[in-house]
């Protein structure tokens, strides 16, 4: 008879399992196994997938989880003991925060309240790790089967206290929770004291209770010769070396989906255990349904979502053309209307306008489109993009493409300062309960899995580093796996030639990269997705499981693709501080000109700003701003908007590698000719090639090409560059058959035909988006704008946003001299008149206080107090006004070595003075802190009582 694996950790029970799910299930098949269960520490955040890969080998997945149960309340936040001393390590783990209980999903609905029961956990029971507790077990247990737990559950911890009673009335409530049937005593044998000291008990207890046995393998891994690996992973979660006396690691064996036969014979004298395994399978029946979770939009009486949408399109194409709405213009918007609706997006878009609307009327800036929405007219009708489709010659259904149904992608950039108010907003409006983050699982990628292996195997810094920098380094940001040492077929195969002699000849980095092989991949943590948030039209919790951060937010344990899948709307909402900059720009040069500069109505053709792109000059411009762009800007030369949106298409790996970018640049100044890409091509391409000068720069090109030349459909026609992008073999073969067949149709030679598709297909893959490209070129456009015309306006909005940055990332000094370049003039800093920020004046730029390292918020309480009582007469007059406690002597170091504090004396005096009254604002750090002083009580009469105000040499050294 075989036998069912119920207890199960994955790589998702991070730096503990190290099973990988593929290989989990094909072992389990391999060994006949109808299922298999997961039970993860704590969450579900592989659940999905670990049922997605279940049903792919044939093998029924079983969602379980192990979870954290409070010894007392959840809602405790103390620890527990229920021995006497001598008995800590018997006692309650987890320091006494925790016990363990198996739970398994017997139906949908089980697997439904294990979401809700872990979601809590997190909201509610968060203590060391997330615990669910009795009560709101109780609550949630419809659908559930339970067990006793491990050797960490409470009732093998009362047993092996001695608390046989105690340990007895603990499974009874169990019992009367999951009802008759539901409980089961969980056995487990790898060898160790703490399972064979309590069996008898629990086998006693199952005979008093009748409750049924349950055999069960505490699998981690899934193949015996992969406990070095797994023993590595656990000192990677505990920062330890694989030396270290005392640290935390298995005790025993078998941590490995044991064979059925090998579990049959460990419990030879217990067959109902591992009986009841299948008999807990057949119970376990779950599945996951995508259901249409779109949050509906609130329509009036009489009204249809559809008929508000049209309205507000038309409505927004009346304001989009004052003068009259093109024919053109409404052809397109009916035809999207029409693909919106019959896709079952219409709420989608009322949702994105809404929340866009919202921010707009709150002043948050938004970017003008992002990604493919802004070849949607819809979009611009309804202000959530700014850019014109037709104008720039956009194409809807890279966005939306009819003949393939999937959730459309909106990506909003906004002020980065202010983006977090537009999702409280968005948490407001449809419910903090419908409103979520997203879940992202960073693995341990091929350099980090050698430079963990070397770290923990003992070895020095140095060895874990040479090797990985002997590895292929990422292209277009996809990293090579360690495959690629040792596979001949591997794509980056010949790139590994380095370390694959050191692999070779070096005996120790033969050690490393093995054991590094047995942990790449590897789940190592759960972040939040820097951008993504989920509406849904209901609960969350009644749908996914969720997780709560240290700083209360709301997240799916599940990530977007699963989200996606199950019919939930994901929007991304990014930061973007080039908008942050521009609103500063925009503010000060109403302040200092008088000038409203309204973005959407600047000329696309203005001399000045293309002036500027054609020198190079662009430091600090949104996406020209580095050295070798700046240098590809000085060889184009553009003069039209469409060259900003074509280098910003051209200036990416992939192009750059087959140097597309220069041929652009060459050709279009004529230092290059213009090649068709075959003779018979000519005619049919240049329409589609000819404002690129014949090189392909968008993916809508590939497409048109396919229509025009194979006469595909504009559906059809964008699935197969979509094919033609993921490159492989079996794919491209089976497209190249309808698209070979179409071109010979229209009478195109077999050379014809072989000539573009060979330079179709790798084009596709790095082709770029045009409507992305487009929209981002509309910000590079702007910021050049203004630079070009509002230069120290500009430049100090730059410097302000450097400001804080870290050093790796601050570009201060590059600016700085770019401004000494544009004969831009910045003072320095100054405590009576700098502001926080870089602030413009009569062409010049003052140094910001905030800017000053060191000075941090400090400066918007210097500002604010200045502003609210006048400048600052001396050093004693600074400390008690803004108080002692801000201005600590890391901050005042800071402000005499930029200079900020000249006008109050010479700095080596100011320093010496603030010395000499180090204990007295020290004690005044304290009394403050117990709220003894005001701003103006005797805070100010304890400094001045012990100092002369003036900035001479007449300073105490010591408190009188």
């Known amino acids: 008879m075989t ?18 799910l593929g290989p989990l299930f094909r072992s389990a098949a391999e060994m006949g196994m109808p299922a298999l269960a997961m039970t993860d520490h704590g969450n579900l955040h592989g659940a999905y997938a670990f049922w997605q890969e279940g049903q792919k080998h044939g093998v029924k997945p079983i969602i379980g989880l192990e979870a954290y149960v409070a010894p007392g309340s959840r809602l405790e936040r103390s620890p527990v003991r229920w021995g006497d001393p001598s008995q800590r390590d018997d006692d309650v783990s987890g320091r006494g925060a925790y016990t363990h209980m198996t739970l398994l999903a017997e139906s949908t609905e089980g697997m439904h309240n294990l979401f809700r029961l872990s979601s809590r956990s997190y909201a509610e029971g968060l203590y060391y790790k997330p615990r669910i507790d009795l009560e709101i077990l109780a609550e949630h247990s419809q659908g559930i089967i339970g067990t006793t737990g491990c050797p960490g559950g409470e009732v093998q911890t009362r047993l092996r206290l001695g608390q046989y009673d105690e340990a007895r009335a ?15 005593v969980e056995l487990m044998d790898h060898g160790i004291e703490i399972e064979g000291r309590v069996r008898d008990d629990l086998l006693r207890l199952s005979r008093e209770l009748s409750l049924p046995l349950l055999a069960t393998n505490d699998s981690h891994y899934v193949m015996a010769d992969q406990a070095p690996a797994h023993d ?11 030396d270290q006396p005392d640290r935390f690691k298995f005790s025993g064996s078998g941590y490995w989906l044991r064979s059925p036969q090998e579990m049959r014979r460990l419990w030879a004298e217990l067959p109902e255990a591992c009986d009841n395994t299948l008999r807990i399978a057949e119970r376990c029946n779950v599945s996951f349904e995508s ?51 019959s896709m079952g997006f219409v709420s989608y878009f009322l949702v994105v306008a809404d929340f866009i609307g919202w921010a707009k009327r709150h002043s948050i800036r938004v970017g003008p489109g992002r990604g493919s929405a802004a070849g949607s007219l819809v979009s611009y009708a309804l202000s959530i993009t700014d850019l014109d489709p037709i104008e720039h010659d956009l194409m809807f259904e890279r966005f939306l493409n009819p003949e393939r149904v999937s959730m459309p992608d909106i990506d909003i950039d906004f002020d980065d300062r202010r983006r977090g108010e537009v999702i409280e907003y968005v948490a407001r409006r449809w419910g903090s309960e419908r409103v979520a983050q997203i879940a992202t699982f960073g693995v341990i990628k091929a350099k980090a899995s050698i430079k963990d292996s070397a770290r923990v195997l003992g070895y020095g810094y140095e060895t874990g580093d040479a090797i990985s920098k002997a590895y292929p380094a990422p292209i277009m940001g996809k990293d090579a796996s360690l495959d690629c040492i040792f596979n001949p077929e591997h794509e980056r195969y010949r790139d590994a030639g380095k370390v694959r002699a050191m692999y070779q000849r070096d005996a120790d980095a033969r050690t490393v990269v093995d054991a590094a092989r047995g942990i790449e991949g590897l789940v190592r943590q759960a972040g939040v997705h820097a951008a993504g948030v989920i509406i849904s039209a209901e609960p969350l919790i009644d749908h996914v499981p969720l997780w709560t951060n240290k700083d209360g937010g709301t997240i799916t344990q599940f990530d977007y693709p699963t989200c996606e899948a199950l019919g939930l709307l994901k929007m991304d909402f990014l930061g973007l501080s080039n908008l942050s900059i521009i609103d500063d720009c925009l503010r000060e040069v109403k302040r200092n000109h008088g000038t409203d500069v309204d973005l959407l109505r600047l000329p696309l053709d203005d001399g000045r700003t293309f002036s500027l792109l054609a020198s190079g000059q662009t430091l600090g411009v949104f996406q020209l701003d580095s050295g070798p762009m700046r240098k590809l800007l000085q060889r184009m030369r553009p003069d039209k908007f469409a060259d900003i949106s074509a280098v910003l298409a051209l200036y990416r790996p992939g192009p750059m590698g087959v140097k597309a970018h220069y041929s652009y640049a060459d050709r279009k100044n004529h230092r290059e000719p213009i090649e068709p890409i075959h003779p018979e091509l000519s005619a049919a391409l240049d329409p589609i090639l000819r404002d690129t000068y014949g090189v392909i720069v968008y993916q809508e090109q590939v497409t048109k090409a396919a229509q025009v030349v194979a006469g595909y459909s504009v559906g059809k026609a964008d699935l197969l560059r979509k094919a ?48 992305h490209s487009a929209a981002y070129g509309l910000i590079s456009y702007w910021t050049a704008y203004l630079k070009a015309h509002y230069p120290a306006e500009y430049m100090a909005a730059v410097l302000t946003a450097e400001a804080g940055k870290s050093p790796d990332q601050d570009q201060t000094p590059a600016y700085l001299a770019e401004c000494q370049r544009m004969g831009i003039q910045v003072r320095s800093p100054h405590i009576n008149v700098s502001m926080a920020d870089y602030t413009p004046a009569q062409g010049t730029i003052l140094h910001g206080l905030g800017a000053i390292k060191g000075v941090g918020m400090a400066a918007g309480q210097i500002v604010a107090e200045r502003d609210a009582r006048g400048p600052f007469s001396s050093l004693v007059d600074l400390l008690a006004r803004v108080g002692a ?29 603030y010395e000499s009254l180090s204990a007295i ?14 701003l103006f009580g005797s805070g100010l009469s304890l400094l001045t009582s012990n100092a002369t105000l003036d900035t001479g040499a007449s300073w105490p050294h010591s408190r009188a």
Not at 175 to 183: E, V
Not at 319 to 341: H, K, M, N, Q, T
Not at 742 to 760: C, F, H, K, P
Request: hydrophobic share 40%; proline share 4%; net charge neutral.
């Open 921 to 934: 604002v020290s004690d005044l750090v304290k009394r403050e802190s117990y709220g003894q002083y005001g």
């Open 724 to 771: 033609m992008g993921k490159k492989k073999k079996e794919v491209l073969d089976a497209e190249f058959e309808p698209f070979s067949d179409g071109m010979r149709q229209n009478g195109y030679s077999e050379d014809a035909i072989r000539t573009l598709w060979d330079v179709l297909v790798p084009f596709a893959d790095y082709a770029f988006n045009k409507a």
């Open 3 to 20: 036998f069912i694996h119920l207890h199960n950790h994955t790589m998702f029970s991070m730096l503990d399992g190290a099973a990988r």
């Open 291 to 341: 259901q249409d979770l779109l949050p509906r939009w609130p329509v009036a009486e009489g009204w249809s979502e559809e008929l508000w949408l049209r309205t507000e399109v038309f409505r927004g194409l009346q304001r989009r053309y004052p003068r009259g709405i093109p024919r053109d213009r409404i052809e397109r918007a009916e035809y999207e209307l029409s693909v919106i609706s």
């Open 170 to 184: 603990a499974a009874g409530r169990l019992q009367d929770i999951l009802g008759p049937g539901n409980l089961f």
């Open 885 to 913: 406690g801000t201005l600590n002597k890391r901050v005042i170091d800071a402000l005499l070595t930029a200079g900020a504090l000249d006008s109050l004396g010479r700095r080596v005096d100011l320093s010496r003075q």
């Open 232 to 242: 590595l992973l656990l000192c990677i979660g505990t920062q330890a070396t694989i």
